[in-house]
């Protein structure tokens, strides 16, 4: 998601979009009237207490489809045609260095913390111990 957004900030048609938003006269009132309300403590109070209510909800959503994304990856490795792709990835040096790389990066940790609520689940730490298994079994 943050590559996605890095490419399109890079792109030159959205960088002129955010030009022209920047002189638009709509978008200048609405950051004055941003700047003032952060100004006064209760309206301050209310813009953090939705801001907390926006990030929570996020984090609810990263979870669900961490464990979606999880649960369709487990169910697509009961194909063995699937599962012997899978293994040719891990074999393959080059997918060791990108995996590597991947841990590096901050939005892959997030995604992996958004697991944790999967992985104490009895019933689903079993079926990810079982993938792992079946993978570990096609090396």
């Known amino acids: 998601m943050m590559a996605a957004a890095k490419e399109m900030m890079a792109d030159p048609a959205w960088q002129a979009e955010m030009k022209k938003l920047q002189s638009d006269k709509g978008f200048k009132e609405s950051i004055k009237k941003t700047t003032e309300m952060s100004k006064d403590p209760n309206e301050a109070a209310k813009v953090e207490a939705k801001m907390e209510h ?3 909800l996020g984090n609810d ?29 891990i ?11 991947l841990s590096k990066d901050p939005s892959f940790k997030s995604y992996i913390d958004a697991m944790q609520d999967m992985i104490q689940d009895p019933v689903k730490k079993k079926k990810i111990q079982e993938m792992g298994d079946s993978i570990r079994a096609s090396l």
């Open 91 to 101: 074999k393959d040096p080059s997918f060791k260095q990108q995996l590597e790389a």
């Open 61 to 89: 959503q990263l979870k669900n489809s961490a464990a979606t994304a999880m649960e369709q990856a487990m169910e697509a490795m009961k194909n063995p045609e699937v599962m012997a792709e899978m293994s040719a990835m």
């Open 54 to 56: 926006m990030v929570k």
